[in-house]
């Protein structure tokens, strides 16, 4: 076998989910910490796409940072502009989208998200969180007396919507190469699954 056909071998997987994508966005969601943006920049790059951070964009348009925007605007107006922007954004795949935690309990943008990509939840236990967590200072739902309470709640309260995302891999301290492998070969699954025919 050439070194050609070897190559383009091992790109099937990548090539053959591209394909089946078409013009829809792969989705990132799940807790803040499990890993959505540094796996999604990975994921883009295996898979030739563009990255896009929603929370980023959600600073550029309000022109401030996310805390900014709880402190001065308050949470409901974030979740407002957080289903505005990830609906814009939808409309520019195929993408590699990451959403905030939140983003997902909405439900609107959660139809959003399942006509025009394919949800992918990171899955972290509270234990794995939580030390990834407490090294950051600018998450503003965690700006409370008691953290690891308040990620407790988070969790009971998102982890049973998180579970109708389309694919659920587990985020844990392993390299995120092993990470975008294993999303490699559920979306290679998923797809061959609703075409019908073996992965």
């Keep these: 076998m050439s070194q050609t056909m070897v190559h383009n071998a091992s790109r099937a997987p990548e090539r053959n989910i591209l394909e089946a994508l078409g013009r829809r966005s792969l989705v990132l969601v799940g807790m803040m910490g499990a890993g959505k943006s540094s796996v999604g920049r990975k994921l883009a790059t295996r898979l030739v796409l563009p990255f896009v951070d929603a929370d980023t964009e959600i600073e550029s348009a309000a022109g401030m940072s996310i805390p900014e925007i709880f402190e001065v605007r308050g949470e409901p107006e ?12 939808l409309e520019a795949g195929p993408q590699v989208l990451a959403t905030g935690g939140g983003a997902y309990m909405n439900p609107d943008t959660r139809d959003l998200i399942g006509q025009k990509g394919v949800s992918i939840w990171l899955k972290a236990d509270f234990d794995v969180l939580i ?3 407490r090294r950051r200072t600018d998450r503003p739902l965690l700006r409370t007396a008691d953290p690891e309470a308040t990620l407790k709640r988070l969790i009971a309260e998102r982890y049973p919507v998180y579970t109708l995302a389309d694919l659920t891999i587990e985020s ?28």
Excluded at 78 to 89: H, P, T, Y
Excluded at 180 to 185: M, R
């Design 131 to 133: 030390k990834r967590i």
């Design 78 to 89: 974030f979740r407002s502009g957080e289903a505005r922007v990830i609906a814009r954004l």
């Design 172 to 199: 844990r301290d392993v390299s995120h190469e092993v990470i975008v492998d294993e999303i490699i070969e559920a979306l290679a699954a998923h797809f061959s699954a609703a075409e019908g025919r073996p992965a």
